[in-house]
């Protein structure tokens, strides 16, 4: 089983900064990871697919990047509404796993 | 637009089988190269995959949950089931439904969720 693990678990952070959380597969995934986006009695959204790869809708300041066992979720120029927990998300191998989950909180 | 919406009874008994359904509407589960898969989170915690089934009726299952998980599709009715059986406190999470694909033979991400659905064991 792929094992994902994210940093860092909980990040405070004011409008307009730059968020980066990172996601550490156990073993080489190339690109498949995925990125979701959850809010409190939500459920997950997706955000970034096979890492990098952008979604119709999203807002451009959700990029992600990586490959193999390190990626990253970038949000540039955080907005009020960012405020939720963002997991990983492997497809290369089943069982399919996710990461713990990163919680952004606006100050 | 694809939707799917999950269904159960919302409280189990410990040692019971739980029993959920999830009915996808806004596109045939026979269409496409889909896998219609289980997920669930406990209550301030993170996601774990159940299980996914196929329109064939192929499955695959957590390791974790195996001996327990029964997913099944009726195409007549566009749903797919979940059983799982001798229920604990341990079961007691929210359960969605996803849908996820499988394109030049990779298996993909869950492009559409159910709302979810609270499933607590308590007797």
């Known amino acids: 089983e792929v094992v994902l693990t994210q940093s860092p678990d909980f990040q405070s952070v004011t409008p307009k900064e730059t968020v980066t959380i990172t996601c550490r597969a156990s073993?080489?995934?190339?690109?498949?990871l995925h990125w979701y986006q959850q809010k409190p009695d939500q459920s997950p959204k997706l955000l970034i697919k096979?890492?990098?790869q952008s979604i119709s809708g999203v807002p451009s300041r959700f990029s992600g990047s990586g490959s193999g066992t390190d990626f990253t979720l970038t949000i540039s120029s955080l907005e009020a509404e960012d405020a939720a927990t963002y997991y990983c998300h492997q497809s290369s191998s089943l069982p399919f796993t996710f990461g713990p989950g990163t919680k952004v909180h606006i100050k | 637009q694809v939707q799917l919406q999950e269904s159960g009874p919302g409280l189990v008994k410990p040692s019971q089988t739980l029993s959920l359904t999830c009915t996808v509407s806004?596109?045939?589960?026979?269409?496409?190269?889909?896998?219609w898969s289980w997920i669930r989170q406990p209550a301030g915690k993170g996601l774990e995959w159940i299980g996914r089934?196929?329109?064939?009726?192929?499955?695959a299952y957590n390791p974790s949950l195996k001996s327990r998980v029964s997913i099944s599709v009726d195409t007549s009715k566009n749903q797919f089931s979940l059983k799982l059986s001798s229920v604990t406190a341990a079961d007691t999470a929210i359960y969605y439904c996803?849908?996820?694909?499988?394109?030049?033979?990779?298996?993909?991400?869950?492009?559409?969720w159910g709302q979810g659905t609270l499933l607590t064991v308590s007797s």
């Open positions: 089934i196929y329109v064939s009726g192929s499955t």
């Open positions: 096979y890492a990098s």
């Open positions: 073993q080489n995934i190339d690109n498949s």
């Open positions: 806004g596109g045939s589960i026979s269409s496409g190269t889909y896998y």
């Open positions: 996803a849908r996820t694909g499988y394109y030049f033979d990779r298996n993909t991400w869950a492009d559409y």
